[in-house]
């Protein structure tokens, strides 16, 4: 049986997408989204400017502290712009949890002169935590959705499964690390000898491995990183939830908490679609859970709007701010130190 290609997955995925968009928005008056936008306040509104600022600034913590932990003191501002610079490609390109990572490993590079294996490894530790964090948090939402009744096709045994070692995969994989074990290193010694002696490859692995490698020296090193990671990732989604609980709740929508995690949810999972930002699956998601939730479907919208409002933007500057570091030639000083494995 042959699988069906990647590009004719997109055919088939966009119609139902906008479909699905246009049946959720088929009832909503224009003037009730407007009623509800307009009733925003300018404090409410810089309110949530101020704590997406927190935020994104909290969302180079880990990274800066896993780099302190290597020996290499780098600029945490930089760390900053280089997130951004990271989030803008990666919101822009289908997919919205990867894509803007090898600009990150090559300004550690171009810019602070780290060796391949040192760049790569920090910013993968970084990428494995904030999605195992993520996917507890999805994990989190899912049982509240199915404690809810809200997606009963959902309480298939063997689809509960499925969906739980899927989330499971990136904090198996830290596991993983953590015990010494290296998964990726393993996959790529049992690839065909021909993929293994390709020019690429022959780069690409050695790094590849060395970075997994230092990741389980430096937790062996240093095990005090963990507990700082993982309660930086609880705090950054604890601000992640208030953020978008006081989001609703400007817009008139009264929800508990265990409700605003089940919207908060709907609206991560869309992001995991292969479209750039998530779109259309974000607006579709968040008229259809407010829905659910008996709330009214100009604030499923009204949220979505605020939301990309929010992301683009970030995601503008975030592009902006890689062009300008591209055309910038200046490299800062050489880390003081390593603790290379």
């Not at 803007?100 to 810019?111: D, F, I, S």
């Not at 899927?166 to 065909?192: C, V």
């Not at 605003?260 to 699956?281: D, H, K, N, Q, Y």
Request: charge should be positive.
């Amino acid at each position: 049986m042959r699988s069906i290609p990647l590009r004719r997955w997109y055919f088939i995925l966009w119609p139902l997408l906008l479909l699905l968009l246009f049946w959720a928005l088929r009832s909503i008056p224009l003037y009730s989204v407007l009623d509800t936008l307009a009733a925003l306040r300018l404090y409410q509104l810089a309110i949530l400017g101020a704590l997406n600022t927190v935020i994104l600034f909290l969302l180079s913590s880990r990274w800066w502290l896993i780099l302190r932990a290597m020996g290499y003191q780098v600029s945490y501002l930089s760390l900053l712009g280089y997130r951004l610079a990271s989030f803008g490609i990666s919101y822009f390109t289908p997919g919205g949890q990867f894509g803007g990572e090898p600009l990150q490993v090559y300004m550690l590079r171009r810019r602070h002169h780290l060796p391949g294996a040192a760049a790569l490894a920090s910013v993968s530790l970084d990428k494995v935590i904030e999605l195992a964090a993520s996917f507890t948090f999805l994990c989190a939402g899912f049982v509240l959705i199915l404690n809810g009744g809200l997606a009963h096709w959902l309480a298939h045994s063997q689809t509960v499964l499925a969906i739980a070692v899927l989330l499971a995969l990136p904090l198996l994989y830290f596991l993983a690390l953590l015990g010494g074990f290296h998964p990726i290193s393993f996959l790529i010694q049992r690839l065909p000898a021909r993929i293994q002696k390709t020019p690429p490859a022959r780069r690409l692995l050695p790094v590849i491995s060395a970075a997994e490698k230092q990741t389980t020296f430096l937790f062996r090193q240093n095990p005090l990183l963990i507990l700082w990671m993982l309660l930086l990732s609880a705090l950054t989604w604890t601000l992640m939830l208030l953020e978008y609980w006081l989001m609703l709740s400007f817009l008139g929508v009264d929800l508990s908490l265990s409700q605003a995690v089940i919207v908060l949810t709907a609206a991560r999972l869309a992001f995991l679609t292969p479209a750039p930002g998530g779109l259309v699956a974000l607006e579709a998601g968040q008229i259809f859970i407010l829905q659910l939730l008996g709330s009214e479907s100009a604030a499923g919208v009204s949220a979505s709007l605020l939301i990309r409002i929010r992301d683009v933007a970030t995601g503008v500057f975030g592009l902006w701010w890689a062009g300008m570091l591209s055309r910038s030639g200046a490299a800062e000083p050489v880390p003081i130190r390593t603790t290379d494995p």
